[in-house]
């Protein structure tokens, strides 16, 4: 069991499956950054959570529950939790976009569902997700090999947090629409246990006074100086 | 993480700035002048007497944009910044850094050897477009010398001596500045560098510029979780930013002094628009410092490869990018900070 304070949030799985890195460096280092994507992704968001509950014939409609496990040490939000008369739930998760390759919104809406039976008390065999530009649900069954991904990627999160671990960078294609890039500076690993020494190469000049900066255009105007 | 960097400066004396929606609403005598929206800036920075509502301060401070009271002529009254990226495992590491005089030793020599070499160079980019042989020659003598200071600054064994070496290439810098200058014309000479107040139009340009890049390095601090007051060259000072400081040493000649050189090269700042106080405190008119921001602010805008990361950026994101590679180097991503070192 875990307390309170040892609880990590749900959409840090996310982060841990795009890139262990990102994830370390939001939920350890916490340095946050916000692009387009974010902003756009949490106004989706509040739409879906904006809405009061609904009843509709035979389903209840929750939106923007909490949701917590003791057992697991997970605390997050589901956008939409439906209530079927008859004990059935099914959350829903909403995305931006289409669906990914990697299994991410399926670990995220799984590890909402083992928070949901445990505080229900109740077993959910299947959730939906809902993409923006798909405008259907597609459907995903909580089979034991998505469970058992779940879980083993929350014990990875816990680890890294735990050992404040960040792992190295390295520039992938990914890196070009990850929201953190300005401030992980992948770049810079490429001369990673180098530095020192490419120190020591910018600041190799001798006297020579034809060692002049090129890379920089703007002049200071010096060649307005008529010869006396 | 913001890419433009649009830093808005307010001088009118009387201003009013309010929050509308997600946008900064500049108002003049109750008349809006101006809307611009939160997330095309990097900053703001109030020059006299400018009032800001607190709901922008709050706006701001969620949008990390930060906020800077200035005097008019750039002396830093207060800021305004949001909680800046809780990032206790890297302040924790630069106060660590901080109290250790060997780490501390290590990064300052960095900063140093760094403005040094960027000063060196740009005597030696004066040297090259001048077209006065008797300028010439001064420049590049001096920049031989500077070369001897490069190697001392990288060699020093304690802080005094590296602060030693630091105001002799100060001198020797600003021995020859008169020498980039084309329209020598009286009273627009520099004497010798004086701060508070300045007592030449020179100084009087170079305290402005220096100030706004301390306001920019200020912002580059917070934004990337470290604490711009714990300096490693500046040591702790009440009041005093001492990592900006730090981290502008590498800009000073580069941006602030070229800057500096080309507005009077061009006439774009002339004697007349000076005050001369009776103390001899020299001060910046009014319509001139907006003059000095536009060209600050245009250059900042100008495209440059950075040498160690290889990448593509503005000159205003140089700063920031400086502070970021220190807080990368301080969380033991790369081994060794990589100054900006202007090649
Ligand atoms: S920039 Fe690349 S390496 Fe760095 S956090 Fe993002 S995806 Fe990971």
């Keep these: 069991m875990f307390t309170d304070n040892q609880l990590l949030p749900i959409s840090a799985l996310q982060h841990l499956i795009f890139c262990e890195r990102q994830c370390a460096l939001i ?28 009843t509709a014939r035979d389903i209840r409609i929750a939106r923007g529950l909490w949701l917590k496990s003791n057992r697991l040490g997970l605390i997050g939000q589901a956008d939409v939790v439906e209530f079927h008369r008859g004990g ?35 077993d959910i065999d299947e959730g939906f997700l809902f993409y923006g530009t798909r405008k259907r649900r597609t459907k995903v069954e909580f089979d034991a ?12 999160l816990r680890q890294m947090i735990e050992d404040r671990e960040t792992p190295t960078a390295r520039r992938m294609p990914k890196c070009e629409k990850c929201s953190l890039v300005e401030l992980c500076l992948p770049d810079s690993q490429r001369f990673r246990n180098g530095v020192a020494a490419w120190n020591d190469r910018q600041f ?3 006297d020579d006074v034809d060692d002049v900066p090129e890379t920089d255009p703007f002049d200071i105007g010096l060649d307005l100086l008529e010869p006396r | 993480m913001k890419k433009h960097l649009n830093t808005l400066f307010v001088t009118t004396e009387g201003a009013y700035l309010k929050k509308d929606g997600q946008a900064v609403v500049v108002s003049i005598e109750k008349q809006n002048r101006l809307r611009l929206p939160l997330h095309n800036l990097d900053g703001i920075v109030c ?62 020599r960095h900063f140093v050897s760094a403005k040094i070499a960027n000063s060196r160079s740009v005597l030696l980019r004066a040297a090259r477009d001048s077209r006065d042989a008797e ?33 002799e290439s100060a001198n020797t810098y600003f021995s020859v500045f008169n020498q980039m200058m084309s329209n020598r014309v009286k009273g627009m000479e520099f004497t010798f560098r004086s701060r508070r107040p300045p007592l030449d139009r020179i100084n009087a340009l170079l305290s402005f510029l220096y100030s706004m890049l301390t306001h920019d390095a200020r912002s580059a601090c917070e ?34 002094d070229r800057l500096v050189l080309s507005l009077l090269n061009r006439k774009q700042i002339q004697a007349r628009d000076f005050d001369v ?11 001139p410092r907006k003059e000095v921001l536009a060209a600050y602010q245009k250059r900042k805008q100008d495209v440059i490869t950075h040498p160690f990361l290889n990448e593509k950026t503005t000159v205003g994101l140089l700063v920031h990018l400086q502070a970021r590679l220190l807080a990368r180097y301080l969380r033991g991503d790369i081994d060794d900070y990589p100054p900006f070192v202007w090649r």
């Excluded at chain 1, 340095?31 to 809405?51: F, I």
């Excluded at chain 1, 998760?93 to 399926?106: F, I, V």
């Excluded at chain 2, 490693?232 to 400081?245: I, K, M, N, Q």
């Excluded at chain 2, 009776?278 to 008119?285: D, N, Q, R, T, Y």
Aim: charged residues 25%.
């Design chain 1, 27 to 54: 939920h350890v280092e916490q340095l946050w950054a916000e692009n387009v994507l974010t902003v756009e992704g949490r106004h989706l968001h509040d739409k879906a959570h904006d809405g009061p509950s609904e």
């Design chain 1, 88 to 122: 059935v739930v099914r959350p829903i998760e909403y995305k931006r976009g289409k669906p990914k390759k990697d299994a991410s919104d399926r670990i995220q809406l799984c590890a909402q569902t083992l928070c949901l039976e445990e505080m229900l008390e109740t």
């Design chain 1, 145 to 156: 090999s998505i469970r058992d991904l779940t879980m083993r990627k929350i014990e990875r």
């Design chain 2, 47 to 108: 020059l006299g007497n400018i009032m800001c509502s607190p709901a922008l301060m709050g706006a701001c401070a969620r949008a990390g944009v930060s906020i800077s009271f200035l005097t008019p002529y750039g002396g830093f009254i207060a800021a305004v910044n949001g909680y800046s990226p809780g990032n206790v495992l890297l302040r924790r590491e630069q106060y660590r850094r901080a109290d250790d005089p060997d780490s501390t030793l290590h990064i300052a």
């Design chain 1, 204 to 206: 190799h000049c001798d």
């Design chain 2, 223 to 256: 934004a990337t979780g470290l604490d711009a007051a714990v300096g490693f060259l500046h040591r702790d000072r009440p009041g005093r930013p001492g990592l900006s400081l730090d981290l502008i040493e590498e800009f000073r000649a580069f941006l602030a």
């Design chain 2, 277 to 287: 106080t009776e103390s001899g405190a020299v001060l910046l008119k009014e319509k």
């Design chain 2, 135 to 167: 300028s010439k020659s001064a420049l590049q003598s001096t920049a031989k010398l500077m070369m001897r200071n490069i190697r001392a600054a990288r060699n020093a064994t304690t802080l005094d001596s590296l602060r030693g070496t630091e105001g």
